[in-house]
């Protein structure tokens, strides 16, 4: 039940990758309004906005703003934006899935598979890599919410199947089948979590040099800088030197 987070390596770094706040806002506004014109306005009665409001919050996203993106999807003239799964390999042989919110399909794959190309990766088709990682939800708390055993109490309790605990954090995760049911037992118990949503996790990781691992990063950079890519996942493990050169 227990384990070493993985996510914020994994997931990539996105307090660096999302420098610019107006980018990220209009991403996570872009995630909001695709999920408001999915289902109902409410997100007590929608999982997916519930997700992608407390994610916006989480990165003390204006209330004005979030209303508005909420507003645009029940609106008539929202953007029809289709979500895609870009499918690759960077360099080092590192497996990596890309997605992304786009009302270009041509435009957002002649640019990803640019960045791949420039980073010694390569495009590839759907399904090639997608069998590395498993679907799951994912619950953030901070670390503040409880030692170790406390946490792994609760998750038992609210039927997470792991509770992964580290200097970052707590971060609970369950089967997509069960994500709402997991979600309520673990709110009602520990208030609103800081993220939530499914996410791809990797069923196992690679490690990689260092000198791969700097190019590895220039491109999971380069596809986060781009307006229609929402989340960027690999089943890479940095090392700690990279890491701490990295964030410094």
Known sequence: MSGHSQF???MFRKGKQ??????????????????SKGGLPDPAHNARLRAAVITARGENMPKDNIERAIKKGQGGNAENYDEIRYEGYGPGGVALIVEALT???TRTVAEVRSAFSKYNGVLGETGSVAFMFDRVGVFAYPKEKGSEDAMLEAALEAGADECISSEDGHEFLSSVENFAAVRDALEAKLGTPASSGIFFRPKNTVPVSDNVGETLVKLIDALGENDDVQRVTGNYELSDALMAKLSG
């Not at 999302?18 to 999920?35: H, P, Y």
Request: no cysteine.
């Open 8 to 10: 914020k390596n994994i």
């Open 18 to 35: 999302d420098k610019e706040r107006s980018k990220l806002f209009s991403k996570l506004a872009r995630e909001i309004t695709v999920a």
């Open 103 to 105: 009302d270009n399909r």
